[in-house]
Structures are given as structure tokens and as C-alpha cells.
């Protein structure tokens, strides 16, 4: 484990096993700006005073937290990584500034919980959060106790693939909704459960976009098409 007191500037760090960096009264962010990957690892665990943000990865398995601060991170597969797709154990920050962003982003499915790992309460937690998959699909499955996901001011689901989530999940400022192929919610259903009200509204899918009775509202910003009927 590498714990450091002030700020943790990273150069490139790399391990087939686990890694853990803690800031206890900084931030984690990487050297200088670029495309390459700043940390290898099968499990990274991640702590922070004040924010993660500007990482590049390549890990199975995700564990951030922070006091305050923004999460910002991109993961990709490659070297040393035993399965493509990323597991988000948990990616939190605190609510209390109302501006918080929780961004993460992965290039095959990015998962929080599956068949053989039952998802955290909160598990993603900020005031807007947004999870991505570049090349594949965003899957949240359900907590035991509570919600997987912690927000209130927005929410964004983003996939090359599918959108599947154990619930529709709704939001104030932004409901961001984009599937290259289709939504799914609760494992049964690809209509959208409700209508939808936020100030910025933004449902985007390649396949069919199935609204059958649901009424959209949004008083600054509305989007909503299929990329083909």
C-alpha cells in the first residue's frame, strides 16, 4: 500500500496482484496529461481527501473512495488483467457539496454486481453519477439492503451495447439514457417504467425506443431518438 499525506501524483504503476494508494489529505490524480495507462492491477483500491480524477486503468476490479471531490477514471483492458470489463465494488464520494461527479468509464462491460457478487448499497455514490461502457454494456444489478446507486441531482447510463439495470432510475438535473442497442430494466422489460421530468432529458438508443403511455418533460434541454427504426 502506498499512503501518502498531501497530494499522490502518479507515474505509471503496475502489479498482476492488488494495488492501494491513500491520500489522506490530498487528491489522486495522474503526473501529466496523457493517453497511457496509470495503473495495472487486479483489485485497486482507492482513497482520497479530496478527489480521483484524471486516471487512466487497466484493472478487474474497482474500490475508490473519497472525502470530497469529483471521481473521474478510465479503465481499459490489457496487460496482466484476468477478464475483459471492469467490477465497480464501489466508486463513492460525498453528497454534501451538491456538485460532485462520479464518472467512470470502461472500454468492455462495466459491471456493479452480477450472478456470483451481490452489489454494495450505494455503491456508486455522488451527486451526478455516470456510469460508461465505450464498447460494450452497462450492467447494475441490486443491493441486498437499499439502493447500488447514491445520487440526487443526476444520473447518466451510457453503452456501446445494452443498458441493463435493475430499476429505472430517475433524477432532478440530468436523466441521461444511451444504448447503442436497447434498455433493459429489472431483467424483463425494455420500456421505459415512468415518465420522465428532469431539466435536462437526453434518451438515446440504436435500436427501437420504446415510450409506450410515458410523457417526457424538461425545462432546459430534451432529447430523445432511436439512431434507427
Not at 459491471?111 to 455516470?130: C, Y
Not at 438508443?205 to 439512431?227: C, D, F, H, I
Amino acid at each position: 500500500m502506498l499512503a501518502v499525506s498531501a497530494e499522490a501524483v502518479l507515474p505509471e504503476v503496475s502489479s498482476s496482484g492488488d494495488i492501494t494508494l491513500d491520500s489522506t489529505e490530498g487528491r489522486i490524480v495522474e503526473s501529466f496529461l496523457d493517453d497511457g495507462v496509470d495503473l495495472v492491477a487486479d483489485v485497486l483500491t482507492l482513497r482520497a481527501k479530496s478527489g480521483i480524477t484524471g486516471l487512466e486503468i487497466a484493472v478487474n476490479s474497482l474500490d475508490a473512495a473519497t472525502d470530497g471531490g469529483d471521481i473521474v477514471l478510465s479503465e481499459r483492458d490489457g496487460l496482466k488483467e484476468k477478464s475483459l470489463g471492469l467490477d465497480v465494488l464501489a466508486a463513492q464520494t460525498s453528497l454534501a457539496s451538491g456538485t460532485t461527479l462520479v464518472s467512470i468509464t470502461a472500454a468492455n462491460d462495466l459491471r456493479v454486481g452480477d450472478e456470483d457478487r451481490v452489489a454494495a448499497q450505494n455503491a456508486i455514490t455522488g451527486n451526478t453519477i455516470r456510469p460508461e461502457s465505450t464498447l460494450a454494456s452497462v450492467l447494475v444489478t441490486a443491493s441486498a439492503t437499499g439502493d447500488t446507486l447514491g445520487y440526487d441531482k443526476g444520473v447518466a447510463f451510457v453503452a456501446k451495447d445494452v443498458v441493463s439495470l435493475y430499476r429505472f432510475f430517475d433524477a432532478e438535473d440530468l436523466m441521461e439514457y444511451r444504448a447503442g442497442n436497447y434498455f433493459l430494466f429489472n431483467n424483463a422489460s425494455r420500456l421505459f417504467p415512468s415518465d420522465m421530468s428532469a431539466k435536462t432529458l437526453i434518451i438515446e438508443t440504436g435500436g427501437t425506443l420504446s415510450l409506450r403511455g410515458v410523457t417526457l418533460q424538461a425545462s432546459e434541454r430534451r432529447n430523445s431518438w432511436p439512431a434507427r427504426t
